[in-house]
């Protein structure tokens, strides 16, 4: 079983910066495709950002620029680092965990909240 915790949240104004973290239990999780999906009152979870087992980074376009998603295998947490943010980024975010290597996330976090305020 992997477990994963966020932490990082918060409230912040617009144009102020956030760092996640998302700490894994787990020996193998550096082989894994980690990522950071949201989600706004009455809307869906949406991606946000990926990396993969070898770093590569991937990201929406809505947040391309802006954030940046990073990963230290020695401390087995991947980062989500937040700047320029907007109201619009005001969300639940979670880290979440393709141990299966088939693109699909099969393990997920209890969330932290973001909120940025105008």
């Known amino acids: 079983q992997l477990q994963l915790v966020e932490s990082g949240g918060g409230l912040v104004q617009a144009g102020g910066s956030l760092r996640l973290s998302c700490a894994a239990s787990g020996r193998s999780f550096s082989s894994y495709a980690m990522g950071w999906f949201r989600q706004a009152p009455g809307k869906e979870r949406e991606f946000v950002a990926a990396?993969?087992?070898?770093?590569?980074?991937f990201y929406a376009d809505s947040v391309k620029g802006r954030f940046t998603i990073s990963r230290d295998n020695t401390k087995n947490t991947v980062y989500l680092q937040m700047n320029s943010l907007k109201p619009e980024d005001t969300a639940v975010y979670y880290c979440?965990?393709?141990?299966?290597?088939?693109?699909?996330?099969?393990?997920w976090g209890q969330g932290t909240q973001v909120t940025v305020s105008s």
């Open positions: 990396i993969s087992w070898i770093a590569a980074a």
């Open positions: 979440a965990a393709d141990t299966l290597h088939n693109r699909n996330y099969d393990y």
